[in-house]
């Protein structure tokens, strides 16, 4: 399988290179060249493996120049139970509803799902396409990637890592997972502004060829472990085949039925990766687009014109904080028939007005496998509450802004095919938010963050991860604050 960029199709590029590279060089994202096509037997035969192999076996079809050896050491390191307890992916039916919880790794918030993975394929793939140099790893979070991609990276040789976050952009759990993170190779620090700040002066950096170049005479390659990356993107596919196989598994659907997904949506990577498994075969209706008040791509969906020009709201959901969403780049160019100038001049005109319209034919491709809805955050609170109150079950803000999408798509459109809520954070990484939901705001007012989480074990009965816990008591060792046009001469600090 080669990869070639969503901005031009001239240069084809190994899974390996595409990974090293993180970005295209004409600054489209590597998408493969075509999908491969997966055997609903293969499904069927999925409900009996253990979720390593299910990841394996998704992943092989588009890592072809990776040796099966070599996926199914990283699938079973990655995903080993030490990291994700006994089931990294589990589906629970609640209500009338499916939930497929994807926080049980290190960090607790979907991100580990890739960011277990990808430290695991960078070492192979600079071994395959002969760099010899460091392997800086440079990350914009919104909260959870960043931590996720330091515990994945930490100590991993021949990598650095270094996160910058939006310095009021983050609930306090995901500041100090990230600010106590211990580790030689890890750095991080925090930008004044908001996620889109950050994620431009991290873009900003990747463009900067004559910083390359200094960088280069360094021993030192950038790279990326935001969803842009290619190696990001593939394990998340493989979720959403394990989740139909544990739908058969469960007698809830026969083979070849159809199931929706609702995913909540920030990037575009998470459901982007659903889209990618519809297209290898998957049996998929719908997927559902959430987004919190920040609803750029409800509006989108629904209207064919992308426009971030607006108001950005901090939410609940601070994770789906984004007015650019960087993946829907890979989406256009599959529904404009990867045209890459087309979609070049999209992203030019983005990148240059803040908008663009993709024209009646695409908007069209986009309505058959997309629907969308938004949340605020009052809605997410009410049904926080409310599928505590009737079925015990506790959900994060951003699951919560799924649950309360597909409710509301499933009354409106009648839809009756099984919905699945992908559930991207534990609770408690939230707890603050979610305690309110369940209690109350004057409940909660004076209460700390740590004694919001002991307060949230009490009322919902799930254990506090011990990480977590652990917080209170680990070292702050990164305290920078940077203005983004000094992120530059951060990573500059860093790399010397
Ligand atoms: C990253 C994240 C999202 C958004 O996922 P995308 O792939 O960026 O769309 C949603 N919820 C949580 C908890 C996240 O960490």
Same mark, same amino acid.
């Given at each position: 399988?080669?990869?070639?960029?969503?901005?031009?199709?001239?240069?084809?590029?190994?899974?390996?290179?595409?990974?090293?590279?993180?970005?295209?060089?004409?600054?489209?994202?590597?998408?493969?060249?075509?999908?491969?096509?997966?055997?609903?037997g293969?499904?069927?035969d999925m409900?009996?493996?253990?979720?390593?192999?299910?990841?394996?076996?998704?992943?092989?079809?588009?890592?072809?120049?990776?040796?099966?050896?070599?996926?199914?050491?990283?699938?079973?390191?990655?995903?080993?139970?030490?990291r994700?307890?006994d089931?990294?992916?589990?589906?629970?039916?609640?209500?009338d509803?499916?939930?497929?919880?994807?926080?049980?790794?290190?960090?607790?918030?979907?991100k580990?799902?890739?960011?277990?993975?990808?430290?695991?394929?960078?070492?192979?793939?600079?071994?395959?396409?002969?760099?010899?140099?460091?392997?800086?790893?440079?990350v914009?979070?919104?909260?959870?990637?960043?931590?996720?991609?330091?515990?994945?990276?930490?100590?991993?040789e021949?990598?650095?890592?270094?996160?910058?976050?939006?310095?009021?952009?983050?609930s306090?759990?995901?500041?100090?997972?990230?600010?106590?993170?211990?580790?030689?190779?890890?750095?991080?620090?925090?930008?004044?502004?908001?996620?889109?700040?950050?994620?431009?002066?991290?873009?900003?950096?990747?463009?900067?060829e004559a910083?390359?170049?200094?960088?280069?005479?360094k021993?030192?390659?950038?790279?990326?472990?935001?969803s842009?990356?290619?190696?990001?993107?593939?394990?998340?596919? %493989?979720?959403?085949? +394990?989740a139909?196989?544990d !739908?058969?598994?469960? #007698?809830?659907? &026969?083979? *070849?039925?159809? $199931?929706?997904?609702?995913?909540?949506?920030?990037?575009?990577?998470?459901?982007?990766?659903?889209?990618?498994?519809?297209?290898?075969?998957?049996?998929v209706?719908?997927?559902?687009?959430?987004?919190?008040?920040?609803?750029?791509?409800?509006?989108?969906?629904?209207?064919?014109?992308?426009?971030?020009?607006?108001?950005?709201?901090?939410?609940?959901s601070?994770?789906?904080?984004?007015?650019?969403s960087?993946?829907?780049?890979?989406?256009?160019y599959?529904?404009?028939?990867?045209?890459? %100038?087309?979609?070049? +001049?999209?992203?030019?005109a !983005?990148?240059?007005? #803040?908008?663009? &319209?993709? *024209?009646?034919? $695409?908007?069209?491709?986009?309505?058959e496998s997309?629907?969308?809805?938004?949340?605020?955050?009052?809605?997410?609170?009410?049904?926080?509450?409310?599928?505590?109150?009737?079925?015990?079950?506790?959900m994060?803000?951003?699951?919560?802004?799924?649950?309360?999408v597909?409710?509301?798509?499933?009354?409106?459109?009648?839809?009756?095919?099984?919905?699945?809520?992908?559930?991207?954070?534990?609770?408690?990484?939230?707890?603050?938010?979610?305690?309110?939901?369940?209690?109350?705001?004057?409940?909660?007012?004076?209460l700390?963050?740590?004694?919001?989480?002991?307060?949230?074990?009490?009322?919902?009965?799930?254990?506090?991860?011990?990480?977590?816990?652990?917080?209170?008591?680990?070292?702050?060792?990164?305290?920078?604050?940077?203005?983004?046009?000094?992120?530059?001469?951060?990573?500059?600090r860093?790399?010397?």
């Amino acid at each position: 399988m080669k990869y070639v960029s969503t901005r031009s199709s001239a240069e084809k590029v190994d899974a390996a290179q595409a990974i090293v590279a993180g970005l295209a060089p004409d600054g489209g994202l590597y998408v493969p060249e075509s999908f491969p096509a997966f055997a609903l037997g293969r499904v069927k035969d999925m409900a009996e493996q253990p979720y390593p192999d299910r990841a394996r076996e998704v992943m092989g079809a588009y890592l072809t120049d990776f040796s099966e050896a070599e996926l199914r050491a990283c699938a079973r390191q990655a995903y080993a139970p030490e990291r994700f307890g006994d089931c990294p992916a589990p589906l629970k039916a609640v209500g009338d509803l499916h939930v497929l919880e994807l926080w049980h790794g290190p960090t607790h918030a979907f991100k580990d799902m890739a960011l277990q993975m990808l430290p695991r394929l960078m070492p192979l793939a600079m071994k395959k396409t002969g760099v010899d140099k460091q392997v800086f790893i440079l990350v914009a979070t919104s909260g959870d990637t960043g931590k996720a991609a330091l515990e994945g990276f930490c100590g991993v040789e021949g990598t650095q890592v270094g996160v910058f976050y939006p310095v009021d952009g983050v609930s306090p759990a995901q500041k100090l997972q990230m600010i106590t993170q211990e580790g030689e190779n890890t750095h991080v620090c925090a930008v004044k502004g908001n996620f889109d700040d950050a994620q431009t002066g991290v873009k900003r950096i990747f463009g900067d060829e004559a910083f390359a170049r200094e960088l280069a005479e360094k021993g030192v390659e950038l790279s990326s472990a935001n969803s842009i990356n290619w190696g990001r993107l593939v394990p998340q596919v %493989a979720y959403y085949f +394990s989740a139909y196989a544990d !739908l058969l598994k469960k #007698g809830v659907i &026969a083979l *070849g039925d159809e $199931v929706n997904f609702c995913v909540p949506t920030g990037n575009f990577g998470n459901i982007l990766a659903a889209y990618y498994a519809k297209r290898m075969g998957l049996p998929v209706g719908k997927l559902v687009c959430a987004s919190n008040a920040n609803n750029v791509l409800f509006d989108f969906i629904e209207q064919g014109v992308y426009n971030a020009n607006r108001p950005f709201h901090k939410t609940t959901s601070p994770s789906m904080d984004i007015l650019v969403s960087s993946n829907l780049e890979r989406l256009l160019y599959e529904l404009c028939d990867r045209d890459g %100038a087309l979609v070049a +001049s999209w992203m030019q005109a !983005l990148k240059s007005g #803040g908008t663009y &319209a993709v *024209g009646e034919a $695409v908007h069209r491709a986009l309505m058959e496998s997309f629907a969308a809805g938004w949340a605020d955050d009052e809605k997410a609170m009410e049904a926080i509450a409310r599928v505590h109150a009737e079925c015990d079950y506790t959900m994060d803000p951003h699951t919560a802004v799924a649950w309360s999408v597909a409710e509301a798509y499933r009354a409106h459109t009648g839809d009756r095919r099984p919905m699945v809520v992908v559930s991207t954070a534990s609770p408690y990484k939230f707890s603050r938010s979610v305690l309110t939901a369940l209690q109350g705001a004057e409940a909660v007012q004076a209460l700390d963050e740590f004694a919001c989480a002991d307060a949230l074990e009490r009322a919902c009965g799930l254990p506090m991860p011990a990480s977590l816990r652990d917080l209170r008591s680990k070292a702050r060792r990164h305290n920078d604050v940077v203005e983004p046009a000094a992120m530059a001469d951060e990573v500059r600090r860093w790399v010397d």
